[in-house]
Structures are given as structure tokens and as C-alpha cells.
DNA sequence: ATTTGTTATTATGTATAACATAATACAAAT
DNA sequence: ATTTGTATTATGTTATACATAATAACAAAT
């Protein structure tokens, strides 16, 4: 029997959160740049007049996010945060919403499918001849253990990221990873057997495809290879 | 004149670094859920023989990344990370490295490509025309304002994420436009007069495609509008 | 009977003081 | 000249105390 009186509960910023804004304002302000120097923690509470216990929350907070660094016992500097490492620990915590572990799971295979031609213009010899390595091994390995054969996918297409020349895009993909395998096992509709609408498109052929330099067909046949992931997520968009 | 003694530094981890993963592993081992609610501080402190600074601190960064939220002075509950909120700070600290940067300028570009299948999968008719009326504007619009041109190039891009479904996505590429931008402006070679090596595909027959449902001449002809964009990072990839 | 006021309890937010420990610079010793 | 000792400094950690908001239980008022 709640009323609702439509009218905005005024929000409360925390000292900590005000400091944080603060702080992050005077990095800007002075236009400090990675590896310069903050102030000491007894500075900034002088400063702003809080408690060192206040700064040292907000601090931490910062250092979390990765955009300092503290030498200990000696002060902090600023740094290059880390454009990945956050996603670690959100993913690990398998806390996430099913509809963004479905979001990510689709991410994946519009990563893969966006990046052909910047793989193209990329690749080297060196990079097919590795890549070929890995589909020997995932030929020969006929012993058909699941374990070995996903061992071997994921091999080929975490070279595909690494030949794509982009750290960030291949780390992302790494993180990624995991959650698809989740999503693929736990949380979409009929699992296996997938019925391919023509050819299912081979590692090998894909292989020749980067040989030869036919960025068409490779295009069509990574599509097709993606189909039956592809084809279940958008399965879902129709119902 | 640093003499090696090849022996391993012993990683000194702080308490806060240690209580962190203990909390961590609390919560994975009891097998806790979003909003199910964590011990208090204090009990926390007790249980593991430390401080309730440090258990605040630790439980800082937890709350940072987002899978723990207080209700001040009640207790904290666990709760569903945001995905992307950290990027948000990270990429506002302007501290990222240039080749991230850069990284994440193709990562724009490669999204957008990738994302085509599942685009033409969900369009509707009421996205489409929510789509024209942004391209209408686009051509009404010959104030040649740059201002304008990059509001109404913004809105229809974006609306291109917002088709797609993909919540996640959309939002991830909310924050990568920023720095796109700023890549575009300031850290890649040749902006501006760029020779399209065939006919430029304007925003309209983009829309046209979409309308036909044409999927394969708007693959071709996002790849040809975007052209500039991917030529100028592979370029740098050459050289 | 419903609302309002009172009170006690609890948990987080904040402040303060103190000590531990590592990094650094510099003096002292050999 | 290199090593060793020492003072200083800044962060890491603990302990204690109080402020404040949420909650519940119950009394008082209409």
C-alpha cells in the first residue's frame, strides 16, 4: 500500500564521494599526466579539510579504477589505467545480468565478424604458418576428445585476435571468452545439433581462404562457420 | 651496476589486497546471488582478525567495480556490476596510452562492422523510419554547421546501435565515440581530404539498403563510408 | 484505527591518534 | 669507494569514539 509521491528523493552524496570528484578535478585542473606525482594523503586532507581516513577511501577508489599507482611508502603517481582489467573481476564475479551475458555473447561474434578487414590487412606469413600449425593439430587430433577439440578452437580463433594486431581487441575477446562458452552451454535454446543451411565452412578452408588473400570468401565462410551461434541468438530476437 | 641474484622478490600483498580476495571468495563459496545481503563490517573484521579499516577499504573496491551495493547504514547487498560503468572513469581520466587509444579507434570501426547480420535480423519498420527522419534532417540541414553535420553523423550512427538490440553494445559504443573522436582529431595522420577510391555511400542509400533489406550492398556500403576512417589506421599499420 | 512521537538498537560514515614499516637520503664508518 | 647506520617521510594498519540514518517496537494522540 506504498504512495507514491512522485517526487525525487534528494541524494545524499557521501564526503568520500565528493572527495573522489575532487580529487579527480585536480588532476584534471593541473593537467597532470601519467607518471607525475599527487599529493600526500596528509596534504589533501589538510586541503580539503576532511580526515586522512575520508582521502585514503577515495584514493583507493582511484586505485582501483587503475588511474593511480601508489609506491608504497612513498607516494603515488599517476597511471595508465587499464582499459581491461576492470572487466576481469566484474566477469569473474558472476554477478552479471543474464540479458548482458547474452549482450557479450553476441559481442563476440560481432568481433569476430568486424574485424576480417582489419585481419586482412594485417596478417603476416609468419601468422599463416602458425595458424596452420594449429589446424594440423586440430586435424590430426582425431581423438575426438571434447576437451583437446575446444582446446584447438579456441587456439584458431584467439590467433585470428592476435592477427588482428589490436591488444585491446584481443584481450577484450580473452575476457570475453569464458562467458561465451557460458552462455553457450547454460543459457540458450537447443544446444547441439544444429543443422547447417549449406556447407558447414572448415578451419582449413578458412586457412586457405587467408592464403589466398580472398577476403570474400572468407567473409562468407566465417559467417557461415558462426551460423549456428549466430542463428541462436537471433532465434531468440524472433520470439 | 645491479647485481642479479636471480631470486624471486617475495610479493608482499597488503592486507586490504588479501581481504579482498577472501570477501571475494566468501561470496563465490556460499554461492550468494544479487541481493542477497554480506555480514556486516564488523562481523567481517572479526572473522578474519583485522581492522574494520581494512575491511571498509576492501569493500571499497568491491563496491568501485560495482558487485556490492550499501544502503547506508543497513547493510550492503550484492548486486548486478555494470558491464561498462567502469570505462566510463577510465577513459574520462584522459590518462589512457595512445596505442589504446588507437586501439580503441578500430575496435569502433570493427564493431560496426561486425554488428551487420544482427542488425538486419531485428530492424523494424518503426526503426526505419525513426532512421529516415534522422536522414531527412541530415540533407535539410545544409547550414554546413560542422557543429550540426557531427550531431546528425552521431545520431545516425547511434541509431544503428539502437537497432541492433544489443544493449551493451549500444552503451559500449557511447563511450568509445569520445575517444574515436578524439583519435580522429588528434592522434592519426591526413585528417581530412580523403579520395574515396569509388563512389561515396551516403547516409541515404545506407538507409536505402537497410529498406531493401539488402544486406549485402550495405555491408559494402558501410565498408565504402567508412573507408577513410579504416584506410588511415591501416595505413599507420604499413609504415 | 491510523497516524504520530519516542526510544533503543544497529550499521555505516567520519574523525582522531597512534604505531608499524618500507623507501629515501645522507651521514658515519671501514 | 663501498657499506652500514640513522633520521625522515609516507603509506599501511589498528583502535577508539562519535555522528547519523534506518529500523523496529511501542506509547500517545487524534
Known amino acids: 500500500m506504498k504512495k507514491d509521491l512522485n517526487i525525487t528523493p ?6 568520500v564521494d565528493k572527495v ?16 607525475d606525482a599527487i599529493p600526500k594523503e596528509l596534504q589533501f586532507a589538510e586541503a580539503l579539510g576532511v580526515s586522512r581516513t575520508v582521502i585514503r577511501e577515495a584514493l583507493s577508489r582511484l586505485r582501483t579504477i587503475g588511474i593511480i599507482e601508489t609506491k608504497k611508502h612513498k ?8 582499459f ?5 573481476k566484474v566477469i569473474d564475479s558472476n554477478l552479471l545480468e543474464d540479458e548482458t551475458l547474452k549482450d557479450i555473447f553476441e559481442l563476440r561474434l560481432i568481433l569476430e565478424m568486424g574485424m576480417v578487414d582489419i585481419l586482412f590487412a594485417r596478417k603476416t606469413d ?6 596452420e600449425e594449429i589446424v594440423n593439430r586440430m586435424e ?7 576437451v583437446f577439440k575446444l582446446e584447438n578452437e579456441v587456439a584458431f580463433h584467439g590467433k585470428l585476435y592476435e592477427m588482428s594486431g589490436n591488444k585491446t581487441l584481443q584481450r577484450f575477446q580473452n575476457l570475453l571468452l569464458p562467458v561465451f562458452q557460458y552462455v553457450h552451454e547454460h543459457k540458450l535454446p537447443n544446444a547441439e545439433p544444429f543443422k547447417y543451411s549449406k ?5 582449413r578452408e578458412l586457412l586457405n581462404f587467408l592464403k589466398d588473400d580472398n577476403i570474400k570468401a572468407f567473409r562468407k565462410g566465417l559467417s557461415n562457420h558462426l551460423e549456428p551461434h549466430l542463428n541462436r541468438v537471433l532465434e531468440k530476437a524472433k520470439s
Do not use: A, C, W
Request: zero cysteines.
Open 10 to 15: 534528494l541524494n545524499t552524496l557521501s564526503l
Open 20 to 35: 573522489e570528484m575532487r580529487i579527480n578535478e585536480y588532476i584534471k585542473n593541473n593537467n597532470l599526466e601519467v607518471g
Open 75 to 82: 607516494g603515488m603517481v599517476l597511471s595508465h589505467p587499464d
Open 84 to 88: 581491461i582489467q576492470n572487466f576481469e
Open 126 to 131: 609468419e601468422d599463416l604458418k602458425e595458424l
Open 140 to 146: 590430426s587430433n582425431n581423438s575426438e576428445s571434447t
Open 199 to 203: 556447407k558447414f565452412t572448415t578451419h
